[in-house]
């Protein structure tokens, strides 16, 4: 597509496919129609014309690109991108594949220049649907524009702008989203965070970058903090930075973060997402010992280099003494959150013997398993629990020592327990991460680092609303979800939960 062809928009004629399907958008704008199967059928349709004719008349290039931009807009959220089958994203990506088919370098300029850059003349819907295109496809050309999108006065625009420039390793970029982690964490928006989170774990500073310095220096304050929350983000942030700046700094959070754990501080989350960084780094796997990593360090670089360097021994991990149905998580403060759903008094494996008997149900395999987690935790790990059915059920209001007193008391209440009602899982989750009537978080209730979640069948609400619950409360809180699923009939929800966080995922069989 030439700039010369970009013409004025010529006047429809009845049987025009591209004021037929402009005619169709702006039903479907206003409500006016519904996109069930048979009007889609017929949007499809009048795409597939339009796209011929762009093909086979470039003087209508300015009107049938419009039109697409039209069809794209009506059905995007700035704030989420919805890759579940739809009608709508059906009909979305039918015109993202006609845009995509004319990306030639004039088509673009024209992208950035005459639509993206006009707010004065072209609707917000465009400009969003432009901002999609440059995100599924890096333009250099458009980074001016795009930039300036950043300093829009619609917040639509800043975000889906922000989300086009995830991933450009480029300094004008990084200086983008540099403030964002900088900023206290109660005065960005968290989906404007997780999106500043992703683009710094998919870059990485050269040697000639102009902000590795100072983004170093912000990491290594995240990591010092005496907030878990703040050392936890930091080690997910610490990427881009080379290994000669970035685990000097790694060890020394690591020691720091031992002595507070001495001290009597839960840190054992903190300090695995540090070991964790510096074994991606480096292939090896010291544990949480800051004294090992650091004469790691040492004979890498002593002459010799390499040949010097201590071998991994073996057993360091420090992990919860414990297992849950194969999970052992890497904390000392954990709420588990429990079905109780009428399902539950299934049978758990296999009959006990030949003569039929049944083993004992889900629900006391569950119980058996989680009291002796807790156990293992020992009284300076904390923890509480959460049964769901058709309410959620706390046992105590925060998180307790896991003491022998504290083991004996959630082992008798959870003896007055029985399965039954339904599968609210929503409810236990809420409740575990102190969400309040009003959706929020209250962080300053919430002790907790890790969830553990065990659900075994299809949830009342589905999995629908996990994304954008994560998306909103996954940057401020810091929890991961490790979750179990018994039995074959669970939907997405467990698996989106613990994916979204970095969490692992079991299923058990049965």
């Known amino acids: 597509m030439s700039l ?15 004021a037929k399907l402009e005619l169709l958008v702006e ?32 003087s209508r290039a300015h009107d049938a690109a419009l039109a697409m931009l039209d069809v794209m807009g009506l059905f995007l959220d700035a704030l989420h991108d919805d890759r579940s089958a739809s009608p709508e994203a059906d009909l979305r990506d039918a015109a993202v594949e006609t845009l995509q088919a004319h990306m030639d370098t004039d ?10 850059s006009m707010p004065r003349t072209q609707t ?27 300093l829009d006065k619609d917040m639509r625009i800043q975000i889906a702008a922000l989300r086009a420039l995830v991933g450009w390793d480029d300094d004008v970029v990084h200086m983008q989203f540099i403030p964002i982690i900088e900023a206290p964490p109660r005065n960005v928006d968290p989906f404007v965070a997780a999106l500043a989170e992703k683009h710094f774990a998919s870059v990485h500073f050269d ?22 929350r703040a050392a936890v983000r930091a080690a997910l942030l610490q990427q881009p930075v080379d290994n000669e700046v970035m685990v000097p700094v790694l060890i020394e959070a690591l020691s720091l973060w031992k002595s507070r754990a001495e001290a009597g501080d839960p840190s054992l989350r903190v300090r695995w997402e540090i070991q964790r960084a510096l074994q991606t780094r480096s292939g090896r ?43 052992r998580p890497r904390s000392d403060r954990i709420v588990f959150v429990i079905d109780r759903s009428g399902s539950m008094s299934t049978p758990f494996g296999p009959p006990a013997s030949d ?25 300076k790990g904390k923890f509480n629990v959460i049964v769901f059915h058709d309410i959620a059920e706390p046992w105590k209001g925060g998180l307790v020592p896991a003491s022998a007193e504290n083991v004996k008391g959630v082992r008798e209440w959870l003896k007055f327990q029985k399965p039954n009602g339904g599968t609210r899982l929503k409810d236990g989750v809420d409740a575990a991460l102190c969400v309040g009537k009003n959706g929020e978080v209250d962080l300053g209730r919430l002790e907790a680092d890790t969830v553990i979640v065990l659900c075994d069948g299809e949830t009342s609400e589905g999995a629908g609303w996990v994304e954008g619950f994560l998306e909103r409360v996954g940057p401020p809180t810091r929890v991961v979800f490790h979750c179990v699923q018994v039995g074959s009939q669970g939907d997405e929800t467990l698996g989106k939960l613990a994916r979204g966080t970095r969490g692992d995922f079991v299923k058990i069989g049965e």
Not at 4 to 18: K, N
Not at 124 to 150: D, G, N, Y
């Open 4 to 18: 010369s062809s970009l013409g004025p928009a010529s006047s429809a004629a009845v049987e025009d496919p591209i």
């Open 27 to 58: 039903r479907l704008r206003d409500r006016r129609i519904v996109l069930k199967e048979e009007v889609l059928v017929q949007a499809k349709g009048y795409i597939a014309d339009t796209r011929l004719l762009w093909s086979v008349d470039p």
């Open 107 to 116: 088509f673009l300029r024209w992208l950035a220049s005459d639509v993206l």
């Open 124 to 150: 917000l819907a465009r400009r969003l649907a432009v901002l999609r295109l440059f995100e599924l496809k890096t333009v250099p050309s458009a980074k001016v524009a795009i930039l300036a999108c950043t």
């Open 207 to 228: 040697k000639k970058s102009v902000v590795a310095d100072h983004y170093a220096a912000v990491v290594r304050l995240g990591l010092l903090s005496t907030d878990w």
């Open 285 to 327: 796997g010291f544990g949480l010992d800051p004294e090992a990593w650091r004469a790691w360090w040492a004979a890498l670089h002593a002459p010799g280099g390499k040949s010097a360097v201590p071998q991994t021994p073996s057993g360091v991990q420090e992990l919860t003494e414990g297992t849950f149905f194969g999970i």
């Open 355 to 379: 003569r039929g008997m049944a083993s004992r149900s889900r629900w006391e395999e569950a119980v058996g398993q989680l009291t002796t987690f807790v156990e293992g935790m020992g009284p």
